[in-house]
Nanobody, 124 residues
Framework: QVELVESGGGLVQAGGSLRLSCVARGATFIRYAMGWFRQAPGKEREFVASIEKNGDSTRYADSVKDRFTISRDNAKNTVLLQMNSLKPGETGVYSC?????????????????WGQGTQVTGSS
């Protein structure tokens, strides 16, 4: 059974930073592209960033480019999301997902499994 566990969320003032972590258990991590998605209350899950299996290629939502950085450590089965200059509108539950054999889709439907998410709350 595959399990993803996110951590690192919290309350942050506008302009602040957070680093989210996602640890995978029970999976051959290097076979999966990984993505971070955000879901705000009453809204659909939206793409934030993704990284392909070996970490050589990344994708970002236009709204977070140059502020967020996704990375992975395959030896530790971990994917990170460094978020800088956070905006109040970026509040939501941030979840990581695993996409088998993919390149990091921007669509959540491409991901096989998800973590429970970690809450990020931005304040102005």
């Amino acid at each position: 059974q595959v399990e993803l566990v996110e951590s690192g969320g919290g309350l942050v003032q506008a302009g602040g930073s957070l680093r989210l972590s996602c640890v995978a258990r029970g999976a051959t991590f290097i076979r999966y592209a990984m993505g971070w998605f955000r879901q705000a209350p009453g809204k659909e899950r939206e793409f934030v960033a993704s990284i392909e299996k070996n970490g050589d290629s990344t994708r970002y939502a236009d709204s977070v480019k140059d502020r967020f950085t996704i990375s992975r450590d395959n030896a530790k089965n971990t994917v990170l999301l460094q978020m800088n200059s956070l905006k109040p509108g970026e509040t939501g539950v941030y979840s990581c997902g695993g996409e088998f054999g993919g390149s990091g889709s921007r669509r959540p439907i491409g991901y096989e499994f998800w973590g429970q998410g970690t809450q990020v709350t931005g304040s102005s």
